[in-house]
C-alpha cells in the first residue's frame, strides 16, 4: 500500500466468504458520488482530500449503512465489508451489506 502524499485514503476490501453475492459487485459511494465499484476477495485504495467523508455500498436497492470518517492528510483508513444477514429489500436493507472499520 502506497501513501498518499497530498491527501489521505480509503483502502476497501471485501471477504471471500458466504455465496450470497458471490458474482456481483457492490457500488462504493463517497460523499454521495459513485467512485468505484468491489467485487469479492478484492481490495481498493481510493484517494481522498483529508477531512470529513461519508462512506456506503450498494448493490441494487439494498445497501450498507452509512459509515462517518474523519481523514487526516497522509493517513490510510482501512474499512471492509461483507454480504450482511439482513434481507434486500424492506426493513433492514440499510444493512444488506456489512461496512466496517477494519480491525487492527
Given at each position: 500500500?502506497?501513501?498518499?502524499?497530498?491527501?489521505?485514503?480509503?483502502?476497501?476490501?471485501?471477504?471471500?466468504?458466504?455465496?450470497?453475492?458471490?458474482?456481483?459487485?457492490?457500488?462504493?459511494?463517497?460523499?454521495?458520488?459513485?467512485?468505484?465499484?468491489?467485487?469479492?476477495?478484492?481490495?481498493?485504495?481510493?484517494?481522498?482530500?483529508?477531512?470529513?467523508?461519508?462512506?456506503?455500498?450498494?448493490i441494487s436497492w439494498?445497501?450498507?449503512?452509512?459509515?462517518?470518517?474523519?481523514?487526516?492528510?497522509?493517513?490510510?483508513?482501512?474499512?471492509?465489508?461483507?454480504?450482511?444477514?439482513?434481507?434486500?429489500?424492506?426493513?433492514?436493507?440499510?444493512?444488506?451489506?456489512?461496512?466496517?472499520?477494519?480491525a487492527g
Amino acid at each position: 500500500m502506497s501513501a498518499v502524499p497530498a491527501g489521505g485514503a480509503i483502502t476497501l476490501s471485501r471477504t471471500v466468504s458466504g455465496w450470497r453475492d458471490r458474482l456481483r459487485r457492490y457500488q462504493v459511494i463517497i460523499d454521495g458520488e459513485r467512485v468505484a465499484t468491489i467485487k469479492r476477495g478484492e481490495c481498493l485504495n481510493l484517494p481522498v482530500t483529508p477531512g470529513r467523508h461519508t462512506v456506503h455500498l450498494q448493490i441494487s436497492w439494498a445497501r450498507s449503512r452509512q459509515l462517518g470518517l474523519d481523514v487526516s492528510p497522509g493517513e490510510v483508513v482501512a474499512l471492509e465489508c461483507a454480504p450482511g444477514h439482513a434481507p434486500p429489500f424492506g426493513p433492514g436493507a440499510e444493512n444488506y451489506i456489512e461496512l466496517r472499520r477494519a480491525a487492527g
